[in-house]
């Protein structure tokens, strides 16, 4: 079992859609939570981050965090075109060397349809 | 532009030759990661730097990759002897770390990455 666990998709929704992405975890050490959004052949762009469990909202995004079901997710209001990406779920925790290295899931393609 | 940059942005070479990529990091930044992510799936850990010192490597960087990351500023990331399996492209980030309460939150800013294809 993965560390991360994230549904690769395809998922494919008309625009103006309320969009659910999420990610489970195994590791219990996991304390900051993010969101990156990867367009195809370009490095990952921070959307979201969340510390320790609860939610946070930017705009037509939503992330929560429920640490105690050891699960994350992304909410997309009015979904648009421009949307249509690669959305990667990311979470750390600081090693013994002091890195906070991410732990990424698989990362779900969207694409939103006009 | 004062994001992350790399160079190459694309790196074909032939199995066995050695290959050297550079990360230019925020400038104020003072930690830099590398990642390694192939076709469909999320990048993966390689190495860390805080300022100039290499303090953590995963068990995926073989004896035939080495990092440097000289005066704490940019860094090179160095494969020898490529084999087609390192085909991939190779991310790096930087994030800003301060040392005092409440913790960072750890904002890794990543470039656009270097695509390299062993033939």
């Known amino acids: 079992q993965k560390e991360v666990e994230q549904d690769p998709g395809p998922l494919s929704v008309p625009e103006g859609a309320i969009v659910s992405l999420n990610c489970t975890y195994s590791?219990?050490?996991?304390?900051?939570f993010m969101w990156y959004r990867q367009y195809s052949r370009k490095g990952p762009e921070l959307l979201m981050y969340t510390y320790s469990s609860g939610n946070k909202e930017d705009g037509r995004f939503t992330a929560q965090v429920d640490k105690s079901s050891k699960y994350i997710s992304l909410f997309i209001r009015d979904s648009q075109p421009s949307d249509s990406a690669t959305y990667l779920c990311?979470?750390?925790?600081?090693?013994?060397?002091?890195?906070?290295?991410?732990?990424f899931g698989k990362g779900t393609k969207l694409s939103v349809i006009p | 532009d004062t994001g992350v940059s790399q160079d190459p942005r694309h790196k074909i070479t032939k199995r066995g030759q050695n290959v050297t990529f550079r990360c230019d990091p925020i400038s104020e930044h003072n930690r830099l990661y590398w990642y390694r992510q192939t076709l469909g799936q999320g990048p993966e850990f390689l190495t860390y730097f805080q300022n100039e010192a290499q303090l953590e490597k995963s068990r995926l960087l073989s004896d035939r990759f080495s990092a440097e990351r000289p005066k704490g500023s940019f860094s090179t990331l160095e494969i020898q002897r490529t084999e087609q399996g390192d085909s991939a492209m190779y991310l790096c980030?930087?994030?800003?770390?301060?040392?005092?309460?409440?913790?960072?939150?750890?904002?890794?800013?990543f470039g656009p990455g270097t695509r390299l294809t062993v033939l």
């Open positions: 990311a979470m750390s925790a600081k090693s013994g060397a002091g890195s906070y290295q991410l732990t």
């Open positions: 980030a930087s994030s800003l770390a301060v040392f005092w309460e409440p913790p960072t939150p750890n904002e890794q800013f």
């Open positions: 590791n219990s050490a996991f304390q900051y």
